[in-house]
């Protein structure tokens, strides 16, 4: 009913810049908060940043600084742009939608992961 697709990953230098987006279509009415966390082999997956429909924010401490996310209500569209990327950025970034509603009649969860894209920070 609602499915969620990432684009924007690729190989970058250290230092460098991406910008990650994710958009979500299908049945929905409205999508409460929109947001990045990412995953890196053997590790567990951690939030990167979210943003709620008011447009109020909430990253990981260590990735203010670096990373920026972003939203388009009315394209239920989510960015998250990331300068000075390192090496230790490098993960799968899986966008998510939290508290989703769908159109009138229509049930179903609340909760919808994309299917990641990958980030590369090596030189």
């Not at 899986?94 to 990958?118: F, I, K």
Request: charged share 15%; glycine share 14%; aromatic share 8%.
């Amino acid at each position: 009913q609602v499915q969620l697709v990432e684009s924007g990953g690729g190989l970058v230098q250290p230092g460098g810049s991406l910008r990650l987006s994710c958009t979500a279509s299908g049945s929905i009415f409205s999508i409460y908060v929109m947001g990045w966390y990412r995953q890196a082999p053997g590790k567990e997956r951690e939030l990167v940043a979210v943003i709620n429909s008011d447009g109020r924010s909430n990253y990981k401490g260590s990735m203010r600084s670096r990373f920026t996310v972003s939203r388009d209500n009315a394209r239920n569209t989510v960015y998250l742009q990331m300068n000075d990327l390192q090496p230790e950025d490098t993960a799968t970034y899986l966008c998510n939608a939290g508290g989703v509603r769908l159109q009138p009649g229509l049930q179903g969860p609340s909760d919808y992961w994309g299917q990641g894209t990958q980030v590369t920070v090596s030189s």
